[in-house]
């Protein structure tokens, strides 16, 4: 089978075996957001062609590939839901040569009835089920959109969305905090500055007000141009990690599902709440197709 | 005397008789970001000279004018400070035939010693002052970087900087929520859309996630993309006003100071949390710089 991870700026491809190991992948920077319109069949063909045998190979999509601005959407399924009901739930894609499958995407509700969703990384968390078994679990992974999930007896329970990344990439590039901030070397003194943010998370006033503070602190020369970037990340980090916790203790470590940067950052705001975590590589995408694949039999 | 309001991007200027009351003003949209290097002097006095008398009028300026990017950087004096703090620490400006003087912006810190600045407010915080006498209130001055001070004895006890109106606008203009909202028209239902935020911003969760949850109402065609902006208001005047609640009961009704539009939004969310205001006039600035005149002598 051939698996596709197609996201907004990025399409990974992955050839697999019958047990699901990885046989060849392929990556590109051809992201739906620079795919014309109407051609996404064209793009994927080029990519996979010389791995489609004759007869029908399954290819398995997920992603935004699956989305409004996709090649063709693939509605919500609802949580909980695990790797039965997305093989249920999958929306076929006219292909000659190969039968075509897309993902669905999530969807939950919290307590109060507000709705969340997700797409792409109900695939990775199908593969870390893959890994965890049955028992209950609690998975984290960073991004522009950070999602925390609850995974309950085999199926992904719950979860919750937190804009941290795309918070802090738009003021950095567009608020007074940018104006603040210079770029700078990584050193050890820009871990020090994110755990500061991390630490002034948790104490009151509130996110909007810790924000201001950052620029405040930058007036009062208490806050280098160079460690700005990293405070406000630790900052952000830190409320999103405080939010995740608020519900009560966790049933063990948080399974930490990212790309190798944010998964430093996290654990370090991890280690500062006397949270422990396990990582994960970030290929789990490739099992969470293989195993929504065995599903569909 | 005459007082000058110079803030980032209007300049407002009272001509007060010896009793503080306004005999004339003036209001160009000449902020400090429209002005010259170096050319402060002339469009003060271009602006005020119909103003000035033989001998040496008084002129008191605030406002972004004393920061670093303004005339002349006037060094934040530290709370708790009322008007007689206020006019020992007045910096001079040369200018001929006039005695212009500098107000201070304040600097405070909170109990974990982190700082926080306003420049600007003082002045209407003072002016407040001037009506409310030595009681303890607290004042909210909505806006950009909206502050909620304490007053305690006829001074500035202390303060604390909401970034609300700066984070709504930026990720209005340049975040995937921009994307989603649409202008439309002030209806009854853009209030309610802006309450449906307000109670949100106290259900659990964290402004983080509450602000991805606005994309996801959206997509699930809870959220019309007109009403995408009020509630994203609702949501982040919800956070700031829950932020400032969260030390305990305050000493009387929140003292109202602002632009009509916001302070309508204030209200509605005070009313939602079962808050007393008082509205106050947004021309307290006038009345703060006669009082800092009269502690001058």
Redesign the interface.
Known sequence: MIGIDWGTSSLRAYHLDAAGAVIARLETDQGILKVPQGGFREVLRALIDPWLLGGETLVLLCGMVGSRQGWQEAPYLPCPAGPEEIAQALTPLEFDGARCLLVPGL?TA???G????MRGEETKLIGLLAELGDAAAVACLPGT??KWARLVGGRIAGF?????G??RA??L????LGRLAEPGEETPGTDLAFLRGVR?AR???????H???T???G??G?LAPADTDAYLSGL?IG??V???L??GPLPGPVHLVGSERLCRLYALAFGEAGLAHRPHDADLVAKGLARVARSLG
Request: hydrophobic share 45%.
């Open positions: 969807s919290d307590r109060a507000a709705p969340d969703v959109h950070s919750a969305t937190h804009m941290t795309e918070v738009t003021l590039a567009h608020s007074i002034r104490e009151p006033g509130g996110l909007l007000h924000l201001f503070g620029r405040a602190l007036l009062m208490r952000l409320h999103e405080a939010s995740a608020a519900d």
